[in-house]
């Protein structure tokens, strides 16, 4: 049976960790993915060992801190020192999360640009090598962390799909890497929901994210992540189709819905917006399978 999981996305407005794992599990979650920017906001007035007893209170169990985002030139002979320190800070941060905290898992976002035009620079052999190269750093660095790898589908993204994202991390080949399934992510590359997941391992599928998103013109371009919706509030995606693929797979992890999205903050209470969040993710499962 898969467990339902918060992700601090939906409510990332409020910049409230304590908030959010105490009304998620009084909501129903059993995990919690925690976001680098709620969490330091958190540090601003607590420990680590304040989050660790917050959590274990609560009895919330941390799933994957969310993110950390990737560039191809980290590690290069062409890496650029602010980007450079400010990954190396996170990786502290992560550290710490570990030691003192006991979160192990870590979401590694494949490099977005800032426009699609610059996608063109990077032929696909350079990506893989990138990717490849610094997936296997952090992997072997810091071992006793699980590191999940997201391809997104949008144009400016260099790792689109996840069959490109189960190659690179194929490559990769360490047992403490794998792949994170985010349903809105992987439409986006040709906004189509016909998913197949027949060639990824179910034992490489680390996370699930399942989210649905606004329909819109062919002709409009989707640059953000501006449409995401919960599972019910959307037109875009035939979500059955997404869990029909992980069913065939047998994949019984995690399943967590991440929202970006500042009209929620806008409209609703911290607490509705995570009750929503429960119930729209607990009805989509059991509608479907």
């Known amino acids: 049976m898969s467990m339902y999981c918060y992700n601090e996305a939906c409510t990332k407005d409020f910049l409230d960790l304590e908030k959010d794992v105490i009304l998620a599990k009084q909501a129903g979650f059993d995990l919690i993915e925690l976001r680098f920017d709620c969490i330091n906001k958190y540090l ?20 994957a801190l969310n993110a950390l985002y990737i560039y191809p030139e980290f590690l290069s002979t062409e890496d650029q020192k602010d980007k450079h320190d400010a990954i190396i800070n996170i990786l502290n941060l992560i550290d710490n999360l570990y030691h003192i905290v006991g979160i192990n898992r870590c979401i590694v976002v494949a490099p977005l640009l800032n426009d699609k035009n610059s996608c063109k620079n990077y032929k696909k052999q350079q990506i893989t090598n990138s990717c490849v190269r610094i997936l296997k750093y952090l992997s072997s660095s810091m071992p006793y962390i699980k590191w999940i790898f997201e391809p997104v589908g949008l144009a400016r993204s260099l790792v689109r799909d996840a069959d490109y994202a189960y190659e690179i991390i194929s490559a990769v080949s360490h047992e403490n890497v794998g792949l994170v399934l985010d349903s809105y992510n992987l439409y986006l590359k040709e906004r189509n929901d016909n998913y197949s ?72 209470s911290q607490q509705e917006i995570i009750t929503k969040a429960f119930q729209d993710i607990e009805k989509t499962i059991n509608m479907y399978i």
Do not use: W
């Open 197 to 268: 997941f027949i060639k990824i391992p179910k034992d490489k599928i680390f996370a699930i994210h399942l989210t649905n998103g606004k329909k819109v013109a062919a002709s409009e371009k989707i640059t953000d992540q501006r449409y995401r919706t919960f599972c019910a509030d959307g037109d875009a995606i035939d979500l059955f189709k997404f869990l029909n693929a992980l069913k065939e797979l047998n994949y019984n992890g995690m399943i967590s819905t991440e929202i970006f999205n500042s009209d929620l903050y806008k409209k609703l």
């Open 44 to 63: 601003e007035k607590h420990t680590f060992p304040d989050l660790k007893q917050l959590l274990d209170r609560n009895n919330m169990l941390p799933s």
